[in-house]
């Protein structure tokens, strides 16, 4: 069965992510996605209520997350966000999400979550090798 | 009074984080090599007012000379002799990415006057040299700059009372860490005023495009916001040095901006573009004499919008 939406919670499961902040938020729905290190792209969009996928730590991935309605940002590749970056995403309940997979990794985790959405039942883990 | 005390120290201390010792240190190194006299370096420190003198070969560190060597190289009788013999090697040194808090502990450990920068953890290239008054230096400048954008917020926010619809936000060339500030803020004040999330979204874009575009490229300038009852009109305005063409401006994926700016996610020649399309109108005019000024309107009533597309 495909699927088209997955909740804040199941998106952290799936690319073995580290929640910083927006506790509150994981089981509000994920309708769109974007991968990308060009915070311009994103402007470009014309997307909202979408998963800001980045390798870029800065303070500017929130503020953009926060002028385009984005619903989290995940920092892919095990980097650490500065910490004017994390104050800013407490401060406005932005889920801010850490994960050591790289780019492709995450976005193939999540692939395989939205066209076989039961197959996250069985964890993550059995994706090593991607 | 304790609170706002204690905001301002967790912001110096965000900020120790976030400068990075490329952004403070000195570039222009005054370095001799390995071959020159202990004489030479004393001459030099003596001509600059130094009290430390990098030994460089190859553009790779390989010592370093202070006053204190030059004391005993004439006590000792050896002022003539080369350098490599008595130079301190395995000299401390810090990577150009990390951040000035490192190097600040570094000078509180070890009371050195300075710390060569080198380009990158684990090698010896210099590229550059830190004080400590460098570090401090650039942390009251950007202070400052904080300080004054949060006055502006302020002006603003009592202009609020007394006009009710018009905010102008100052905007600070070059000053990235406060860029977005004014958008996210005006994009509060139209949440407040209940306008439909995508077109507030459509405007908070113009908007910080435009703060970016401003730091980015001009020598600094301002943004005004005029909500109206049926439309927001956006006045950015800047000091120039203008658009030199502006038909290739407006092209998608032309730019002009530099690594740093791309690094920092920006930079892809997407922002006059994409402000274009976010806008349902939208006009710029650039001069080399006076910068440049762009005008963009967006309907916050959806219906107007579509009567005025059925006339076209």
């Known amino acids: 069965m495909k699927k ?4 804040i919670a199941e998106l952290i499961q799936a690319i073995e992510g580290e929640l910083i902040s927006g506790e509150d938020k994981l089981d509000r729905t994920v309708e769109n996605f974007g991968a990308t290190d060009l915070l311009s792209d ?6 909202s209520n979408y998963a800001l996928l980045t390798g870029l730590t800065n ?4 503020r953009t997350a926060e002028i385009t309605n984005a619903c989290c940002v995940v920092i892919v590749r095990n980097k650490q966000p500065q910490p004017a970056a994390v104050s800013l995403a407490k401060r406005n309940g932005i889920p801010l999400i ?10 193939c985790r999540i692939g395989r979550l939205l066209e076989n959405p039961d197959g996250r039942i069985e964890g993550s883990p059995n994706t090593a090798g991607t | 009074m304790a609170e706002l005390k204690d905001r301002q120290i967790r912001l110096v201390h965000e900020l120790m984080y976030q400068i990075k010792v490329h952004q403070v ?12 006299t202990m004489r030479e370096v004393q001459l030099c420190m003596k001509e600059k007012k130094f009290s430390g003198v990098p030994i460089v070969d190859n ?11 030059i004391i005993t190289a004439f006590d000792h009788g050896y002022i003539e002799d080369q350098v490599g013999k008595h130079m301190t090697k395995n000299v401390m040194t810090i990577p150009q990415n990390y951040s000035v808090i490192t190097a600040t502990n570094i000078f509180k450990k070890y009371h050195f006057g300075r710390i060569p920068v080198v380009k990158a953890a684990g090698t010896q290239e210099l590229v550059g040299i830190v004080t400590y008054g460098d570090i401090l230096s650039h942390l009251l400048m950007q202070v400052n700059a904080i300080a004054e954008h949060f006055e502006t917020i302020e002006t603003l926010s009592k202009r609020d009372q007394s006009q009710g619809n018009v905010y102008r936000f100052e905007i600070v060339q070059d000053n990235f860490d406060l860029a977005g500030v004014a958008s996210t803020t005006i994009k509060k004040y139209l949440q407040d005023r209940k306008i439909l999330p995508d077109i507030v979204r459509r405007i908070a874009i113009i908007c910080y495009e435009a703060e970016m575009n401003v730091i980015i490229h001009s020598l600094g300038g301002y943004m005004e916001v005029q909500i109206q009852d049926d439309l927001v009109k956006i006045v950015i305005v800047d ?3 203008g658009i030199p063409d502006l038909e290739k401006a407006m092209e998608p994926g032309f730019t002009t901006a530099n690594e740093k700016i791309r690094s920092l996610g920006f930079g892809a020649g997407l922002g006059l573009p994409n402000m274009k399309s976010c806008a349902d109108k939208f006009s710029i005019r650039s001069s080399m004499e006076t910068g440049t000024e762009i005008e963009a309107i967006v309907y916050t009533v959806e219906h107007h919008k579509d009567l005025d597309k059925k006339k076209t």
């Open chain 1, 4 to 7: 088209d939406k997955i909740t």
């Open chain 1, 42 to 47: 994103v402007l470009a969009m014309g997307k």
């Open chain 1, 59 to 62: 303070v500017q991935i929130l």
């Open chain 1, 98 to 107: 850490l994960s050591r997979l790289t780019m492709f990794d995450a976005c």
């Open chain 2, 25 to 36: 240190m000195n570039r222009n190194v005054v370095s001799l090599p390995s071959t020159a």
């Open chain 2, 59 to 69: 553009g790779n560190l390989a010592g370093i000379i202070s006053i204190d060597d």
């Open chain 2, 239 to 241: 000091e120039g040095p």
